[in-house]
């Protein structure tokens, strides 16, 4: 059951006080307070925006900042933002030997890049992947550090980059995919040392002094998709809409033409939420149909000329603003190859294109439509990693209109006919909720919004 929110203020309020709270912890721990400060941060929250004000806060406040992320596209993202907002500030990119960052992490006069830590211990912040780090050597370490998606990262990278900083703010989406590992993971369950662990579920088993923080607003999800994904993947941490009910809107250009790829379009142009849904049957998983029926709904919401309304302006829906989210990477393939026969851009090196990912890599990632290929459709199973409640959240969570679901009917009863089995590890807390119940919950939301095709 969802605990709902019983905060009367204003979504830019509820924020504000959050933001002010978690910068004191960070910036002005009391005596004898924890070392780290952790923060459970929903999709579309402000996760990266209060990153960056807390590495200004801190360098304004005298410090020398490190910051550990754990991608090279992540580190990117936010050496240029932070450049960006803090132009005053200098700002180190270390980097692997055999790598470059990216344009836009490089563009900024007040940013320096180097494989050698040595190079960069002047800049204000200093930003890398945990890979990184983890190979750093330093007589002076950090005093301060914070570590962006630290819900990804796993326990033993914290262990190899901790010796390098004294105190550290931990900002991450508790909701989303646990942390990737290539072996079987069964022998450690339960263990408080758990390698394969996130970094925020080890700290806090260690820690128990440490209470979380949250960020109440979802500033991304509108007032139409806010409700159902903190009900069904953050029963615990609930959270709103920075937007009320239909202040943000998708208009049509060119009216339908009377197919169910349209009504499904124009169903969620209305609500927020639509599901395209295919005759049941148990097909391979880069199911030829449903792939055509992605790349057809991708290639009239193109078509439609659709125009996005929302507190930031009118905008045309282009390329660059719609996703395709699958769950494996064959079926992205598929669907991208389909795309291309229509004449719909894929390839962001020739302009704007629409993406085509698998969940693990949309993670973090916005749009204004996405169009998702639920990961149980026309599958004979419903196994772990079909049914992980992370991967779900996902795919339902990177739009700020609209999300158009496609799948064959009969999940349902494909989780009814497949209860969880898998075994109870002792020690180890119980995921609240598990993805057989939020797929339920899901699946009865958009049960409201069907389109039935073929």
Not at 37 to 51: C, F, H, I, Q, R
Not at 194 to 223: E, G, K
Not at 347 to 366: I, S
Request: charged content about 20%; some cysteine; overall charge negative.
């Amino acid at each position: 059951m969802s605990l709902e929110t019983t905060d009367h203020r204003s979504p830019g309020e509820a924020a504000d006080a959050a933001v002010s709270g978690i910068l004191r912890a960070v910036v002005s721990p009391a005596p004898g307070a924890p070392r780290g400060v952790v923060v459970d941060s929903p999709p579309g929250a402000g996760k990266s925006t209060l990153v960056v004000r807390a590495a200004r806060e801190l360098v304004d406040a005298g410090e020398r900042l490190m910051i550990v992320a754990q991608t090279n596209s992540q580190v990117d993202d936010l050496v240029d933002r932070l450049a960006l907002k803090a132009p005053d500030l200098t700002i180190g990119r270390l980097h692997a030997s055999d790598g470059r960052p990216a344009a836009e992490a490089l563009r900024h006069t007040n940013v320096t890049a180097s494989e050698k830590v040595k190079d960069l211990l002047e800049q204000d912040v200093v930003i890398s992947t945990a890979a990184k780090w983890q190979w750093v050597r330093t007589e002076a370490p950090w005093r301060h550090a914070i570590v962006d998606e630290a819900y990804q990262m796993r326990s033993d990278a914290l262990l190899a980059v901790a010796r390098l900083f004294e105190r550290a703010l931990f900002v991450g989406d508790p909701g989303q995919l646990d942390p990737f590992t290539v072996v079987g993971t069964e022998q450690w369950a339960g263990l408080s040392w758990d390698p394969s662990s996130s970094a925020v579920v080890t700290l806090l088993a260690h820690n128990p002094a440490i209470a979380p923080h949250r960020l109440p607003v979802s500033w991304r999800l509108p007032a139409s998709a806010a409700p159902l994904i903190s009900s069904a993947f953050y029963p615990y941490t609930p959270f709103r809409s920075g937007t009320g009910p239909g202040e943000r809107r998708l208009t049509c250009g060119v009216r339908s033409d009377g197919s169910a790829v349209d009504a499904a379009i124009d169903e969620a142009a209305e609500h927020g939420w639509a599901l395209l849904e295919l005759p049941a049957r148990r097909t391979v998983r880069t199911d030829p149909q449903a792939v055509a029926a992605v790349a057809d709904t991708v290639r009239r919401l193109l078509e439609r000329g659709l125009t996005a309304h929302s507190e930031q302006g009118s905008t045309p829906l282009t390329p660059g603003r719609v996703a395709v989210g699958t769950a494996h990477r064959d079926q992205a393939a598929a669907v991208r190859a389909a795309l291309d026969a229509l004449g719909v851009p894929v390839d962001p090196a020739a302009g704007p294109a629409v993406t085509v990912d698998t969940a693990n890599r949309l993670q973090g990632r916005e749009y204004d439509v996405t169009v998702v290929l639920h990961p149980l459709s026309g599958r004979p199973d419903a196994t772990a990693f079909h049914l992980e409640t992370g991967r779900l959240c996902v795919l339902a969570s990177r739009h700020r209109h609209a999300c158009i679901v496609v799948a064959r009917a009969g999940i349902a009863e494909l989780l009814d006919e497949h209860p969880a089995t898998e075994p109870v590890q002792l020690g180890v807390p119980v995921a609240f909720p598990d993805g057989w119940e939020a797929n339920h919950a899901v699946l009865a939301h958009l049960a409201g919004h069907r389109v039935r095709l073929g």
